[in-house]
């Protein structure tokens, strides 16, 4: 009896055993049978990282420069935080990080085009359903609590070792936040707006799309701010499964111990990673028009 209070019940070692064989047994057929029509499925994607990943190591970098400066100031018209951007690209050119850095933003591109695709809709269609949101956000939190080295195991055994594999990681690490934030703005549309609507006959489909996304626009975009900075956050993790980009000098330099590399190539994601930041925290204030009715 006193041992029944001291040490918890615990399955037998033959049944556990067993359970993990049968589990692993299972899970490697299901990727000897499916694994190649799964990554199938994923050419499309990988064509496109591919393809900004080429574009932009390609494009002389005046041109890219030219690009970035514009698009920031289209986000944020700030001029302090375009020169600011100018430096910590030539920073980045200047310590000899250049490819690596380009690739880092084609696949924090690639990332978010696919959380997009994937979150809005499913924000959506969670902010239309209770059930849905019970259903979705459970998965959620198991999404964002659970380490990314586990899930990693599984995609790799499907998978193989490869950029594919390193970005299906990242969408998953990043894209909670977009779905949450999407189905949190439109949940919280001022009730008024919506009445207004429906005065007026609006469709369910009008009302999505001019009343209520619109109105949350801010938050949505709050969302996508999120996902890109965790999107980074997982360039060094993803790198361990062949993604190109600063993860990899990161992670050769923990392995071989080069201080200085380590410390540069750190720096260079925190530059990018503030880049982003605070170019869409900008257009995301900026957007706040939309529910104040001026130009911030």
């Excluded at 944020?76 to 690596?100: D, H, N, P, Q």
Aim: charged fraction near 15%; aromatic fraction near 10%.
């Amino acid at each position: 009896m006193s041992n029944f209070f001291t040490t918890f019940p615990e399955m037998p070692n033959k049944q556990f055993r067993e359970m993990k064989k049968g589990i692993d047994a299972s899970y490697k057929d299901f990727a000897r049978e499916w694994g190649d029509l799964i990554d199938s499925m994923f050419d499309p994607l990988l064509k496109m990282l591919v393809f900004f990943e080429k574009t932009l190591i390609a494009t002389p970098w005046p041109i890219f420069m030219i690009v970035l400066v514009a698009l920031t100031y289209w986000g944020s018209r700030s001029i302090k935080l375009c020169v600011g951007t100018v430096l910590a690209f030539v920073f980045i050119g200047y310590f000899r990080m250049w490819e690596e850095t380009m690739s880092t933003i084609a696949i924090i591109l690639t990332s978010v085009i696919m959380s997009v695709a994937i979150g809005l809709p499913t924000g959506i269609a969670m902010s239309r359903s209770d059930r849905t949101q019970k259903i979705v956000t459970p998965i959620l939190d198991v999404m964002q609590t659970m380490p990314p080295f586990v899930y990693l195991i599984p995609i790799v055994m499907l998978m193989g070792i490869g950029k594919i594999p390193g970005l299906i990681a990242v969408v998953i690490y990043a894209i909670p936040p977009l779905i949450r934030l999407t189905n949190l703005g439109i949940r919280e549309v001022d009730q008024e707006a919506l009445e207004a609507a429906d005065a007026f006959g609006a469709t369910k489909r009008q009302k999505l799309f001019q009343v209520q996304l619109p109105l949350a626009l801010p938050t949505i975009f709050a969302g996508i701010n999120q996902t890109i900075m965790m999107a980074l956050a997982m360039v060094i993790i993803a790198s361990m499964i062949g993604v190109k980009g600063l993860g990899q000098p990161v992670l050769q330099s923990i392995y071989n111990q080069y201080f200085t590399k380590g410390v540069l190539y750190g720096l260079a994601i925190v530059i990018v990673a503030i880049v982003f930041d605070r170019v869409s925290q900008s257009y995301g204030q900026r957007i706040q028009k939309h529910r104040s009715g001026r130009i911030v």
